[in-house]
């Protein structure tokens, strides 16, 4: 069956420091890979997404992830951290041709002031 | 404002108890979706809709049902809850499915006794 897998279940970062979530998904066809976050009392929203083209794409806040195929990694990333980051992300891959999305189970991200 | 709009937002219910969650689009988007969000589970597709009248198992649709009769509104059933139901749902839209952004709800948080 498919999966996403999110390796990290929690990190606590200082602010400046740098970030990267690791995102595997197990799917051998054409994927659309998704990073959304949640902040503390708001709604999912899209950090970034890749559906083709550049493997490496800038999303909003300064984040980017990269599409490794070979890998089947989407991993996010982020130079220097700020406290305003400290929520909850999570990897999504949707099949390509499909009506499916397949959803990691998260990382929260805490970041020190 | 674009957005999706859940109610209610908290519910208590006991077990059998036929309840509905609805679910509100105002951005004329065809695809809607529910999800569910489980503590180290992430978020798993339960149903989604492609259009009106149109719908489709995810990955957990087992004591849930669905109807699209019209294409803003996507309301989740369920007949006969029961504990494992216990669970904070999200409905979402996007204008089509595959590589487009999905705008989530706000979430609402089911505690069957």
Known sequence: ?113 | EAQVTQNPRYLITVTGKKLTVTCSQNMNHEYMSWYRQDPGLGLRQIYYSMNVEVTDKGDVPEGYKVSRKEKRNFPLILESPSPNQTSLYFCASSSATGSETQYFGPGTRLLVL
């Not at chain 1, 929690?10 to 420091?17: D, G, N, P, Q």
């Open chain 1, 1 to 113: 069956a498919q999966s996403v897998s999110q390796h990290n279940h929690h990190v606590i970062l200082s602010e400046a420091a740098s970030l990267e979530l690791g995102c595997n998904y197990s799917y051998g066809g054409t994927v659309n890979l998704f990073w959304y976050v949640q902040y503390p009392g708001q709604h999912l929203q899209l950090l970034l997404k890749y559906f083709s083209g550049d493997p490496l794409v800038k999303g909003i806040k300064g984040f980017e992830a990269e599409f490794i195929k070979s890998k089947f990694s989407f991993n996010l990333r982020k130079p220097s951290v700020q406290w305003s980051d400290t929520a909850e992300y999570f990897c999504a891959v949707n099949l390509s041709g499909t009506y499916k999305y397949i959803f990691g189970t998260g990382t929260r991200l805490k970041v020190l002031a």
